[in-house]
């Protein structure tokens, strides 16, 4: 087995009537973040970590937003369907690591039904999915609450022939 690591992140921006979903769990926000799809920017890092450490692209080229098919898709779903394809070349999801960085709302109370959300889109145990919260501290756009960035790092154990 070769072990290999990928990095992904995401942003949207705030807008008014949207769902706020991060990990695959809606958090009560006055605002949701816009996107072609559900827009939910941690599972879209996530997604993009494992892409590149199995070095198959990413989101885009998966899911483009020039396919209808995806308007409004269930990121989480979106989540599964690659992790199927890792398993079926063979590849094993090791750990999951991810920032959100965000000034409101407070990620800590959602934190541990995040990481259970993700690790069953994962399959893999939650001591190997791991989330974690920052701010912008009143720099950028996340600083000035006009949006949501996500950073994610995945390891994997790929077969050697892959």
Do not use: C, Q
Not at 116 to 136: C, F, M, Q, W
């Amino acid at each position: 087995m070769t072990v290999t690591t990928g990095i992904g992140w995401d942003s949207h921006r705030f807008a008014e009537g949207r769902r706020l979903l991060l990990g695959g769990v809606e958090l009560p926000y006055d605002r949701g973040l816009v996107g072609h799809s559900d827009a939910d920017v941690l599972t879209h890092a996530v997604i993009d970590a494992l892409l590149g450490a199995a070095a198959l692209g990413d989101i885009g080229l998966h899911f483009p937003d020039s396919d209808e098919s995806f308007r409004d898709a269930d990121s989480i779903e979106l989540l599964r369907a690659v992790v199927g394809v890792l398993h079926g070349r063979g590849t094993r999801i090791v750990h999951v690591d991810a920032t959100v960085i965000m000034e409101r709302p407070r990620l800590a109370p959602h934190r541990d039904e995040i990481r259970a959300t993700l690790a069953v889109a994962l399959e893999i145990d939650p001591r190997h999915v791991n989330v974690k919260a920052s701010t912008g501290e009143g720099m950028g756009f996340v600083g000035r609450g006009e949006g949501v960035a996500a950073l994610a790092v995945a390891t994997l154990e790929r077969p050697r022939d892959d």
